[in-house]
Nanobody, 117 residues
Framework: QVQLVESGGGLVQPGGSLRLSCAAS????????MGWYRQAPGEQRELVAT???????NYGDSVKGRFTISRNGAEKTVYLQMNSLKPEDTAVYYC???????????WGQGTQVTVSS
């Protein structure tokens, strides 16, 4: 079965960098679209980045040019490199996997990212 476990969150100063990891089990990247989403207090969950099975990426407007999604196929890990962090990036970040064949969606437990001085 699919299991997604995020890690790497924490407290970061504005302008700093952080890399989140999503360890995926039960995932075949050729049929899954992977992604990162985030949810700040009092706000809806929003798209951060997606990574298609073919390697195409898509980013939310608020993170374009600052965040990068990537994967390590051998280790079944998806990463989110976050640079130039801003206080408004503070949120719980969730790893997402979407099965293109079954149209089934899976979520990790989330990892807290706090950007503050």
């Amino acid at each position: 079965q699919v299991q997604l476990v995020e890690s790497g969150g924490g407290l970061v100063q504005p302008g700093g960098s952080l890399r989140l990891s999503c360890a995926a089990s039960g995932i075949i990247f050729s049929i899954y679209r992977m992604g990162w989403y985030r949810q700040a207090p009092g706000e809806q969950r929003e798209l951060v980045a997606t990574l298609s099975s073919g390697g195409a990426t898509n980013y939310g407007d608020s993170v374009k040019g600052r965040f990068t999604i990537s994967r390590n196929g051998a280790e079944k890990t998806v990463y989110l490199q976050m640079n130039s962090l801003k206080p408004e990036d503070t949120a719980v970040y969730y790893c997402n996997a979407y099965n293109l064949w079954t149209r089934t969606e899976y979520w990790g437990q989330g990892t807290q990212v706090t950007v503050s001085s």
